[in-house]
């Protein structure tokens, strides 16, 4: 980022704190003008896009918390994008695939699906699909408004909208299930980063200039990947620590892409969040926190110490649920429940975890 750019940062936010300081222990919500945000990513984000694309159930007790029914989340109830969205006070984002929900994209839309990873290119739905949606997306919202189409996203639209990627973990876990070396698996991790890379550069040509980057988590202490894996590199909390350290490797790397973009696309601003140590901190402080059993999944099979079978996965006939109200971190030995969600998204808005140290929603005052 320019000097010019890093000097009208503070200075909004400056002024934001000392108009609306009031305001803020509140809300971080857009008042002058809407908030539009893009997002980029895997089943982390996706907000019904899988059920949507490919008509794939997601039965419940997905969704039991909240929403009382599923809505193709894979969680008990809300995701960290859904918090995200509330704190600007902007509706849920409506999946892109969703054909049924009508003209509910006015505050942007979201790509994100599971399953989702960098590469291979051209699979559905790997990131450089996912930025040609959105380049369709844009294209028809521009043909639609010209043609006298209400309340679609205009050009000045998608310029101040937020652009939020949040990919990479099944790139890494999946070459590790796929027995893929930890050398091997690292030595990969430049090509996915480049995808990552272009996929920003792409939406800056589009008239991107905001960005919302994710690291990955410490996906070596998912239970799900702990249960299947064959060489169990425990370390001393019990997660999988090659895959740990997989994560780090890329998240060091990410890192460094992150600054590389803020030079190359001068004036874009583009915020780094370090998910990996919300997460790490989490789980390994659960009890701290008020949380049980972090290794372990509220819906799932087989008992203690995961409760994961693959035969037997959340919402398949026979899977057994934790109680309402208890506090798990693991929803399915994957994706996180609510409360973890909630947790989660508390410290992301903290800004805390954010390279530079810039609120969530500065992209739209
Ligand atoms: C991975 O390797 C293990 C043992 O070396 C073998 O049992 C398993 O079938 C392999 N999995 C895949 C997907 O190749
Ligand atoms: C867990 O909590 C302790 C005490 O607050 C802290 O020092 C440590 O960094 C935390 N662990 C992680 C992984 O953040």
């Known amino acids: 980022m320019s000097f010019g750019g890093v000097l009208w940062i503070s200075m909004t936010i400056c002024i934001f704190f000392s108009s609306v300081s ?6 971080s919500g857009c008042s002058s003008k809407p908030a539009v945000v893009f997002v980029f990513g895997d089943s982390n984000s996706d907000t ?5 694309g490919l008509g794939f159930p997601v039965n419940l007790p997905n969704g039991r918390t909240f929403f009382h029914r599923s809505t193709g989340r894979l969680s ?6 859904d918090f995200l969205c509330q704190s600007l006070n902007t509706r849920f984002l409506t999946p892109y695939l969703d054909s049924m929900s009508g003209s509910t994209f006015t505050n942007g839309a979201n790509f994100a699906v599971v399953g989702s990873s960098t590469l291979p290119k051209y699979l559905p739905f790997s990131l450089n699909i996912q930025v040609m949606q959105f380049q369709h997306f844009k294209a028809r919202s521009l043909q639609l408004a010209t043609s006298g189409a209400k309340n679609m996203i205009n050009d000045q639209g998608f310029r101040d909208a937020l652009y939020l990627i ?6 890494l876990a999946d070459s590790f299930t796929k027995n893929l070396s930890y050398v091997q698996v690292i030595k990969r991790i430049p090509t996915v980063i480049t995808e990552i890379e272009n996929a920003v550069k792409s939406l800056y040509n589009e008239g991107g200039r905001k960005f919302w980057v994710h690291n990955t988590g410490p996906f070596g202490c998912l239970p799900k990947l702990i249960a299947l894996s064959q060489k169990k590199d425990l370390d001393s909390f019990g997660c999988l620590s090659s895959y740990n350290s997989a994560a780090r490797l890329f998240n060091e790397a990410l890192y460094h892409s992150s600054q590389k973009l803020r030079t190359e696309l001068k004036d874009a601003t583009l915020v780094y969040v370090d998910i990996y140590a919300i997460k790490n901190d989490l789980i390994t402080n659960a009890t701290k926190y008020g949380f049980t059993n972090p290794l372990m999944v509220c819906c799932g099979f087989g008992g203690p110490p995961y ?14 649920v934790c109680d309402e109200g208890s506090r798990y971190v693991s929803w399915d030995g994957i994706h996180y429940t609510e409360a973890a969600n909630t947790w989660i998204a508390s410290k992301i808005l903290s800004t805390a975890y954010s390279t530079p140290r810039i609120p969530f929603g500065f992209f739209c005052h």
Do not use: E, H, K
Request: some cysteine; overall charge negative; proline content about 3%.
């Open 307 to 320: 409760n994961f079978d693959a035969r037997v996965t959340c919402g398949q006939p026979g899977y057994q």
């Open 76 to 81: 008990d109830g809300r995701l960290v994008i």
């Open 48 to 52: 019904g896009g899988l059920v949507s």
């Open 22 to 27: 009031l305001a803020l222990s509140v809300s």
């Open 166 to 171: 949040d990919i990479g973990q099944n790139d």
